[in-house]
């Protein structure tokens, strides 16, 4: 409290090997460490790892589950969880293509009424999980199974466009972030482009807003929170909206990256490997602590295991084991340094 | 806890004890006079003037400040955003209207600035609250309430959580917080904190206020024998046992 013992207290914190421990606890160091030695390990096992092209290809896997994650911190940093991010994503993606091609909407038109289905399902969660206080695991579990079957009922269990049906082929905005440009030898996919520009903006409402303080504040301690007259309700409300509109984008990305509409995307792949990515980064599913950075780690650390695995000859079953298994311990990490810190 | 005729009042430049037994209905007065619950019959007057609370926020509005003995805000945000937290200053210009971007350094500065007036010795703005020890925190909560409280602070159990040496500091801290002219409304197990501090000392018992005394009037052992329901007799034969404090009665009448 005065100016003596603070200084008697410092020396604590000057010791080396405490500054080491802080540098290593500091946010998005440990998930970067973590990524060097992935990237160091599969460019050992395979020369073409680390080429340009194929760099370019694993950012390109991860554009679609890096904005999904984006959506996916922001629920996690107010100590809740989404489970229907996937299946919300399918349900955009659905109404995207579908009204696009079946229904004669202006492509951009199609667009946006996919994009705004999804805000509508995170509106839904928001009011659950903010007004009537439900559990959101619960409440997303709930939407995971209703995005699901809207998604096979409006779409009658066909991709869009129909296969050999000899119907349009998808208008070119819906496939815009699937093309490339140049850089060099390497073609970067304007989608992966967009998925950094996303997360520049999480980053930039995050940590230079002071929505971005309330979400955090709301998360470490919703009553504490209420009581220095944030709404908080108005912050969850928020914050699974902006998840919504993040999964929407995700699914203009996944169209154009499948040039599909199908009604069987995002079941499992995406929405694990969205939670994966996040608590890889280093986002604590206990709420309050995080950084969308860490999750563009994360989420690249995802990509990296999918696509070193397949380049070494791994069987696809094995990279759902792989990532279950990450997610696990990224969770037990979360887990063992918030019983430390209480 | 429910409260029935427990009448209060603050007047300037004063500390205001609120002592009780668990379930006395002290924190159910403070949260009534905080906003974060609200009154079914009876009235809150500021400056005289009748007001409602019907959240938190409206009572920060009308320039009464709480701290709770559960310590830090935000402990994952740094001292300077909790001390703003939920009024950010935001930049000048399109950075701050357009983007809402926040003006971090100059909030750094004017929380540093505002804990050096109190002689809160933390050096660095830019700390986690989660990092600092438990006085510490409490210095940050009670930095964040002197700073916004126009009318009134009210400090909940501030130093419940505090070792002997914290609590000194704390205390030190809420007597700086009465020098700059804010009444100050303490609620405290702590009688020889409360007698040290206060002006007057309001006690109360089964949601009611039982009796107002100030420390010169009366003893420790004679508030809380009012405090617990002890009778007079009880009271006396206790001080001639020990002079301490008396034991709980079993069911007294109040004095």
């Known amino acids: 409290m005065n100016p003596t013992e603070s200084s008697a207290q410092a020396p604590s914190y000057r010791a080396p090997v405490e500054r080491a421990r802080r540098i290593l606890a500091a946010p998005a160091v440990g998930p970067f460490l973590a990524l060097l030695l992935t990237m160091a390990f599969f460019s050992l096992k395979s020369d073409r790892f680390l080429q340009g092209p194929n760099l370019s290809l694993v950012l390109q896997q991860v554009m679609v589950v890096g904005v999904l994650a984006i959506g996916q911190t922001l629920v996690i940093l107010t100590a809740g969880i989404d489970l229907s991010v996937g299946t919300v994503m399918a349900f955009g993606q659905i109404v995207m293509t579908k009204l696009a091609i079946d229904s004669g909407y202006r492509p951009l038109t199609a667009i946006v009424l996919g994009i705004l289905a999804c805000v509508a399902f995170g509106l839904f969660n928001g009011s659950l999980v903010a007004g009537v206080r439900l559990p959101a695991f619960i409440v997303t579990l709930g939407t995971l199974n209703i995005a699901f079957a809207l998604t096979h009922i409006y779409s009658n269990d066909l991709t869009y466009p129909p296969g050999n049906s000899g119907k349009a082929e ?23 482009v967009l998925m950094f520009v996303l997360f520049g903006l999480a980053w930039f409402a995050l940590t230079q807003t002071a929505w971005g303080r309330h979400v955090y504040a709301t998360g470490d301690d919703p009553e504490a929170a209420r009581l220095t007259g944030i709404k908080t309700s108005r912050v969850l409300l928020s914050v699974y909206m902006v998840g919504g509109l993040m999964y929407g984008i995700a699914a203009w990305l996944l169209v154009s990256r499948t040039e599909l509409g199908d009604p069987n995307a995002g079941q499992t792949t995406e929405n694990l490997d969205a939670i994966t990515a996040v608590v890889l980064g280093g986002t604590s599913l206990f709420g309050g602590r995080g950084t969308v950075i860490g999750t563009l780690i994360g989420a690249i650390i995802v990509g990296v295991f999918r696509n070193g695995l397949t380049l070494i000859g791994v069987e696809v079953i094995y990279q759902y084991l792989v990532t279950g298994i990450l997610v696990i311990l990224a969770v037990s990490v979360d887990q063992l340094t918030h019983r430390r810190r209480l | 806890m429910a409260l029935d005729g427990a009448d209060f009042e603050l007047y300037p430049n004063e500390i205001v004890a609120v002592i009780g037994d668990n379930g006395a209905g002290k924190s159910t007065l403070i949260k009534a006079l905080s906003g974060a619950l609200q009154v079914d019959n009876g009235e809150i007057r500021l400056d005289g003037k009748r007001v409602r609370f019907r959240t938190p926020g409206d009572a920060r509005r009308a320039g009464i400040e709480t701290v709770y003995q559960d310590l830090a805000v935000a ?25 809402r971007m926040l003006a971090k350094r100059t909030m750094r500065r004017e929380a540093s600035r505002h804990l050096q007036e109190l002689k809160i010795g933390i050096q660095s703005m830019s700390q986690r609250v989660e990092n600092l020890s438990g006085g510490q ?14 009318r009134v602070a009210i400090m909940d159990e501030p130093t419940a959580a505090l070792g002997v040496k914290e609590t000194r500091q704390v205390i030190d801290l809420i007597l700086r917080v009465r020098e700059r002219g804010l009444p100050v409304i303490l609620i405290s197990h702590d009688m020889p904190h409360v007698f040290e501090l206060a002006d007057r000392i309001q006690i109360m018992r089964l949601g009611k206020r039982v009796a107002v005394v100030t420390p010169q009037t009366h003893t420790m052992p004679e508030a809380v024998a009012i405090m617990t329901g002890a009778t007079q007799a009880e009271l006396e034969q206790t001080l001639v046992k020990d002079g301490e404090a008396p034991p709980a009665a079993s069911a007294g009448e109040g004095p």
């Not at chain 1, 972030?177 to 989608?191: L, P, S």
């Not at chain 2, 402990?75 to 983007?99: K, Q, T």
């Open chain 2, 75 to 99: 402990p994952s945000l740094d001292i300077a955003s909790n001390i703003f937290l939920g009024r950010e200053a935001r930049r000048r210009g399109p950075l701050g209207v357009g983007l």
């Open chain 2, 137 to 150: 925190r409490q210095g940050v909560a009670v930095a964040r309430a002197s700073k916004w409280a126009q």
């Open chain 1, 170 to 192: 998808l208008p070119s905005a819906l496939l815009f972030w699937g093309r490339t440009f140049t850089i060099g030898h390497t073609d970067i996919t304007y989608g992966v």
